[in-house]
């Protein structure tokens, strides 16, 4: 089938974004997390899997959903995020659900978004306007080379 990037994004849609301009890159697919089954996983060649970063993960429901994956050999796999501050030390999790799912994880790509989540909304947030050209830029260019 190709590539598929299953995601979810709650607040202001930055991984959405993200998603998508990885997607413009491959020629893939995009599926919310809600919206997507093990089919869409299992049949594709390459999966894209991401969300924003919550206390220091990827949101419970795509955590929920990567540990409902069935077994897959020689599946290839590449983890995304978008956070308060950009990082990709918040992908151990999913990594590790991936890997023990026979995924190889062939990159990761992390970038800042706008975060208003919990505490930071009584400051108006961090990061507004993030994901921004440039990070969709690096986005659909971090892409390109997975191919």
Not at 20 to 36: S, Y
Not at 37 to 55: H, K, N, Q, R
Not at 104 to 130: P, T
Not at 134 to 147: K, N
């Amino acid at each position: 089938m190709g590539c598929v990037i299953i995601y979810t994004s709650v607040h202001h849609h930055n991984t959405e974004k993200v998603a998508r301009a990885m997607a413009g890159a491959l020629d893939a697919e995009v599926v919310r997390t809600a919206d997507a089954t093990e089919e869409t996983v299992t049949s594709a060649d390459l999966v894209g899997i991401g969300s924003g970063i919550y206390f220091g993960t990827h949101h419970k429901g795509l955590l929920a959903f990567a540990e409902r994956l069935p077994m897959k050999r020689d599946g290839r796999a590449f983890i995304f995020s978008t956070s308060g501050n950009g990082s990709m030390r918040s992908h151990r999790r999913l990594r590790a659900l991936l890997s023990a799912r026979g995924y190889e994880i062939v990159g990761e790509f992390a970038c800042k978004g706008w975060d208003s989540y919990s505490v930071l909304r009584l400051v108006g947030g961090i990061n507004k306007g993030r994901p921004n050209g440039e990070d969709l830029e690096r986005a659909a260019t971090f892409a390109s080379g997975l191919v």
